[in-house]
């Protein structure tokens, strides 16, 4: 194989290999900082693996927490898709976890294969809606979806305080949260003894079904072509109004059904203190991606790894668990500044092909 060929398959997968280089050149840069402030990077880099893959129980719970995170960041990577920016993935995730609540706790008598489908559906309504909503803005006044996502956030989750500490507060708790859920509510572990459940199974469903949706039907294609080119879509005939709403609403059910399973299978009741953080994080995770809904799953597990092995490193090795936070902000950056590693390792930009070039959605 000559040079010329090498550089040709290098370009073909420098999809893969950026991402990947960007996640190495972050772990080395966070190791230079571990060195530099006394500790012991083995020992620090040794505990986040055993913190996060260290035994069955360890590996279980990264699993826990990498499935709200792929739920999150198929939602931010769905809107990428269509051209929008959707920040609000943790309102919507907060609106489907008030829904799948209180339909747990409040439906009463319901056998579990009718009550529990009923409240799973409930939070992926609700964060539909809740995500249509600035679709619908959007779509109709021009309004930047990213304000109103923000904006909208914050909403939801002072309301959920509010309903959580007044009309759903349950008064026998010492602490402001709802009811308990009922039983027939429950998402079954898919364990015994572990307290990862189900819907780390529907969130694997939900990867599938998405590149299904996305590559496979008109609606997928539709969607796509207008976060590519919105002229052109309009000139094709597309309704683009319809795109965005539509875009939205599929990535707000995406979040809602992420905050539904948090309730259902984890903490089966909703506190006032209820703070999750996922929805954010899930804008690096599909960034990370490059919107790709397979590759959603080993970015969200990477985040779950840092999130669950960040205590342990810090106990291991003295330092501040800030490190994590540390280590992703520099591959968040090396993501968004592709360049940068492009330089670092010597590696050729493809070249752009010939013809007219299209404008990109947001992560692709």
């Not at 499935?67 to 939602?75: K, M, N, Q, V």
């Not at 409240?119 to 959007?138: D, E, T």
């Not at 299904?212 to 052109?232: M, S």
């Not at 992703?328 to 330089?343: D, K, S, T």
């Amino acid at each position: 194989m000559d040079v010329k060929k090498i550089f040709k398959l290098r370009a073909g997968y420098q999809d893969l290999l950026i991402p990947f280089l960007s996640i190495i050149t972050s772990l080395v840069i966070g190791a230079i900082i571990i060195y530099a402030s006394g500790a012991n990077v083995y020992a620090a880099y040794k505990g986040l693996w055993q913190g996060s893959f260290g035994n069955a129980r360890t590996i279980a719970e990264t699993f826990v927490s990498t499935t709200p995170y792929i739920l999150t960041g198929l939602a931010v990577a769905f809107g990428f898709r269509c051209g929008l920016f959707n920040i609000g993935a943790e309102g919507q995730l907060y609106a489907g976890a008030l829904a799948a609540a209180y339909i747990g706790y409040a439906w009463r008598g319901l056998p579990h294969f009718i009550h529990l489908p009923i409240a799973i559906i409930a939070g992926i309504i609700a964060g539909g809606i809740w995500g249509a909503i600035p679709g619908y803005l959007k779509a109709k006044t021009g309004a930047h979806e990213v304000i109103n996502t923000i904006m909208m956030n914050h909403i939801m989750i002072r309301l959920t305080d509010y309903l959580v500490k007044n009309p759903m507060l349950d008064p026998k708790a010492s602490v402001p949260r709802t009811a308990y859920i009922l039983k027939s509510a429950y998402l079954p572990k898919i364990f015994p003894g572990f307290r990862l459940h189900w819907g780390f199974i529907l969130a694997i469903i939900a990867i599938f079904l998405i590149y299904y949706i996305l590559f496979k039907t008109k609606v997928g294609f539709e969607i796509r072509t207008v976060g590519l080119n919105q002229d052109a879509a309009r000139y094709a005939g597309m309704n683009i109004s319809k795109n965005f709403v539509l875009a939205m609403a599929i990535s707000g059910g995406l979040a809602g059904l992420a905050g539904a399973g948090e309730v259902l299978g984890l903490n089966y009741n909703l506190p006032a203190a209820f703070v999750s953080g996922f929805g954010f994080d899930a804008i690096a995770i599909a960034l990370l991606a490059k919107s790709n809904p397979f590759a959603v799953f080993p970015s969200a597990m990477l985040w779950a790894a840092l999130r669950n092995g960040a205590g342990l490193m810090q106990v291991r090795a003295k330092i501040s668990i800030d490190l994590v936070n540390i280590i992703q902000a520099f591959v968040i950056m090396f993501i968004a500044a592709p360049n940068i590693v492009r330089y670092l390792y010597r590696i050729r930009a493809e070249r752009e092909k010939a013809g007219v070039l299209l404008t990109k959605g947001w992560g692709q």
